[in-house]
């Protein structure tokens, strides 16, 4: 009896292991599913927005003082006649996963803790949702120094149609900004799939698949 007692002790001990190290593989799998949506969902995000339509929506183009990023008396850029609006918010796009509860939460957009992805700047987060959100910006007497300043210098070279955009009237005290959502849209178009995806990817980790 004390025999086949310490037996059934010793099989007890081996299940308890082998059930713990599954669940420790059951966990793993879990976050792994979860981490390589959020890095799939972030890499279609930043191609996105990079081409200037976000969940089929394209984005209001940009008008040629904002083709040169001029702010207050920022110097102007050299333009890109393919440049697409939002498409330099790109670089601030971000994936983070974290746990909470028992379970995990998966983030992306212009997300600050960027887990595996990096982190991103305060700064960079701001202007990003700035920018979605749109709204109005009042002309100074130095930006409209130097928009003139600029319109003048394009004058002397090819761009003398656009060059009339720089020349502003005085009636003009604010810029427009238009609204351009990135965040909202593209969930809403992908984020009911997103845990299909995640199951799916779990169910694959299971079977010892590489995912």
Known sequence: MIEGAKLI????????????????????????????????LMKKLKSEVRAGSVAGKSF??????AKRSVTGGARAKKPSPNRKAMSRTAVA?????TKLGGGMQMSVGYVESG?????????WTKIANKLQEG???????????????????????RNK??????????ST???STPA??????????????????IESNYERKMKGERI
């Open 93 to 97: 796009i971000r994936y983070a996963v």
């Open 115 to 123: 887990g595996r992805s990096g982190k991103m700047s305060k700064s």
């Open 173 to 175: 005290q604010q810029f």
């Open 135 to 157: 709204g109005t910006h009042p002309v100074t007497e130095k930006l409209r120094a130097r928009l003139m300043e600029i319109g003048a210098s394009m004058q002397r070279g």
């Open 9 to 40: 002790w010793v099989n007890a001990q081996a299940v308890r292991g082998e059930l713990k190290k599954a669940d420790v593989q059951r966990v793993k799998a879990g976050q792994t599913a979860v981490r390589v949506e959020g890095f799939q």
């Open 60 to 65: 209001s183009p940009l008008t040629e003082i």
């Open 161 to 170: 149609r656009a060059a009339r955009c720089f020349f502003l009237r005085k």
């Open 180 to 197: 351009r959502p990135v965040i909202a849209p593209f969930w809403r178009m992908h984020g009911p799939g997103a845990l299909r995806r």
